[in-house]
C-alpha cells in the first residue's frame, strides 16, 4: 500500500519526501521492524522514538512518522502526535477489519475477563465463530496465542482484527481498558457492543483522579450500542448521560436482572459473577443471539483461570485463588469466599509496585476487616522495594501479619487451615511469574498452593 493511503487519514499532516513509496507493514518497535516498514516515532516515558529511527531504517523502515524531521533520508510524515496517528493509519492500513467483524468490547475496573469468556462462550455455541483479546489469552482463528497488553497498541490490535477476519473469525470478544481509551489504541474501532462493568478505585497512578479515570472510560461510549451496570454508582451515572442504553445488573430498575438467569445453570458463584453473567446475557441479546445459545454458552463455563479458581487436592478446606488487586475486587471475592466455608477466612494478598499507591492501604484496611486472619505478603514488587510496598499497606492496618515472602506466605496459610476454613490467594491469579527488581521469576500461586496442599495432606496422613 502506496505510504500516501496510509495517511491519507492523518490530518493535519505534511508528507516529505517520496509518497508514493510502497508501505508492507507498520511498527512502532524497533524490534518488529521489517523490510518495508512505516515506523512511528512515538514518545514514550522511557525511549522517544525519534532516538531509535536511524535502527528503524537500518531494519528496513522505508518511511517514518514523526514529530519533528530528522536528519535520515527517507520519506517522513509529520504530525502533531505520533501516538494520535497510529489507530486511524493502521485502520486503514488493515482495511478497516471491525467493519466486517462485529466486535464486542467489555470494559470497567472489575469483572472483564470474566465476562468476555462468558460471552465469548454464548457467540460459540450460537455458532458465531469469535475471536477473543484478553488478559489471559488470545484465540484467532482456531488457535491461542499468549496476550501481552491487555489492550493492545493500535497497530497490534488493528493487525489482530484483520488476522481474526482472515482466520474466518465472524466476532470477535475483547477487553477494553481505560490506559488504551486514554491512548487512543481503541479509536480505530467499530464496537458492535461495549459493556461497562463497574468502576473503582484503580490506575490512579495513570489517570490520577476519579474523575479522568471514569473521563476515559466514558470517552469509548461515544456512538456505541452499550449495555451498563446500573448496580454501579459509576455506571448508573453513565446510563443516565447516554441515550438508549440497555441496563444491567442487580439493581431492581435494572432492564436485564437475575430474572432473567432462572433456567439457567450459572456455574461460577459469587454476586459479582450474577453481574457478570447477566453483563454478558444482555450484550449476546443486543447482538441477536438466540436464546438456547445464550443459556449454552453461559452453562458452558465452568471457570476462568485465575478468577476465583479452587486449588483442590482433596484437602478439608477451602484454596481460593484469585486475580484481585484492586480493592473493590478484593473486598468482592472476600465476601463471596466468606461463605464458602463455616470455618476461619484466612486471606494472603499484596500490592504491586510501580502502580497506584494510594490503593495500598485500602486494601490493606479491607483485608484486615473481611478476614479472620491476613497474610500481607509481596506481589510483583517491579522495580520498588518489597518492604517500603508493605509498610504502605501496613498504613491502613497496622496490626497486619506480614511475611514478605510470598511463597512462604502461602505455605504458612494452608498449614494452617483447618476443617471448613477458606484460603483465599488473592493478587496474581493465573499469572506464571513474579516480578522483581526487573526480573521475571517463575511463580504461579496455584503451584504453589497445590505444592504446600501436598505436604500438608502427607504430613496428616
Known amino acids: 500500500m502506496r505510504l500516501e493511503r496510509v495517511t491519507a487519514a492523518l490530518a493535519p499532516a505534511e508528507v516529505v519526501g517520496d509518497a508514493s513509496v510502497d508501505v508492507r507493514d507498520l511498527a512502532y518497535d524497533t524490534r518488529a521492524v521489517t523490510e518495508g516498514a512505516l515506523f512511528f516515532c512515538v514518545p514514550g516515558a522511557r525511549f522517544d522514538g525519534h532516538d531509535l ?25 509529520v504530525v502533531p502526535s505520533v501516538r494520535a496517528a497510529m489507530p486511524p493509519a493502521a485502520t486503514a492500513f488493515f482495511r478497516d477489519p471491525s467493519a466486517e467483524l462485529p466486535v464486542a468490547g467489555v470494559t470497567g475496573t472489575n469483572g472483564k475477563t470474566t ?13 458465531r465463530r469469535p475471536g477473543l483479546l484478553g488478559n489471559i489469552e488470545r484465540r484467532v482463528g482456531g488457535g491461542v496465542r499468549p496476550p501481552s497488553l491487555n489492550t493492545p497498541e493500535a497497530i497490534d490490535l488493528q493487525r489482530l482484527l484483520r488476522e481474526m477476519v482472515d482466520a474466518g473469525n465472524e466476532s470477535c470478544v475483547m477487553e477494553a481498558t481505560s490506559i488504551a481509551s486514554a491512548h487512543g489504541r481503541l479509536d480505530g474501532v467499530r464496537f458492535a457492543v461495549l459493556v461497562f462493568t463497574n468502576l473503582s478505585q484503580d490506575h490512579l497512578d495513570f489517570h490520577g483522579t476519579m474523575a479522568e479515570y471514569y473521563e476515559a472510560k466514558r470517552r469509548l461510549f461515544t456512538g456505541v450500542p452499550a449495555v451498563i451496570n446500573v448496580g454501579d454508582p459509576h455506571g448508573r451515572r453513565l446510563a443516565a448521560e447516554l441515550s438508549g442504553a440497555v441496563t444491567f445488573g442487580l439493581a431492581e430498575d435494572a432492564d436485564v436482572g437475575p430474572r432473567e438467569l432462572e433456567g439457567i445453570s450459572l456455574r461460577l458463584p459469587g454476586r459479582f459473577n450474577v453481574e457478570n453473567a447477566l453483563g454478558a446475557l444482555a450484550a449476546a441479546r443486543m447482538l441477536g443471539v438466540a436464546e438456547p445459545a445464550i443459556k449454552a454458552g453461559i452453562e458452558a463455563v465452568a471457570g476462568v483461570p485465575g478468577r476465583f479458581e479452587p486449588v483442590d487436592e482433596g484437602q478439608p478446606f477451602t484454596v481460593i485463588v484469585d486475580y484481585s488487586h484492586k480493592p473493590g475486587a478484593l473486598e468482592n471475592v472476600l465476601r463471596t469466599a466468606r461463605e464458602l466455608g463455616d470455618g476461619k477466612l484466612v486471606c494472603v494478598f499484596g500490592c504491586g509496585g510501580d502502580r497506584d499507591r494510594t490503593k495500598r492501604p485500602l486494601m490493606g484496611r479491607i483485608a484486615a476487616d473481611l478476614a479472620d486472619r491476613a497474610i500481607l505478603t509481596s506481589d510483583n514488587p517491579r522495580s520498588e522495594d518489597p518492604l517500603a510496598i508493605i509498610d504502605e499497606v501496613l498504613t491502613g492496618a497496622p496490626d497486619l501479619e506480614v511475611e514478605p515472602d510470598r511463597r512462604t506466605a ?16 488473592a493478587g496474581k491469579g493465573d499469572e506464571q511469574g513474579q516480578e522483581i527488581a526487573g526480573v521475571t521469576l517463575p511463580f504461579d500461586d496455584r503451584d504453589v498452593a497445590r505444592a504446600a496442599l501436598r505436604d500438608v495432606l502427607g504430613a496428616r496422613a
Open 53 to 77: 529511527a536511524a535502527d528503524a531504517v537500518a531494519a528496513g523502515a522505508v518511511a517514518l512518522v514523526v514529530e519533528r524531521r530528522l536528519d535520515l533520508d527517507v520519506p517522513q510524515v
Open 115 to 127: 465476562t468476555t469468556f462468558l460471552l465469548w462462550s454464548i457467540l460459540a455455541a450460537a455458532g
Open 410 to 425: 502461602i505455605e504458612l496459610a494452608i498449614a494452617s487451615a483447618e476443617d471448613g476454613d477458606v484460603v483465599v490467594i
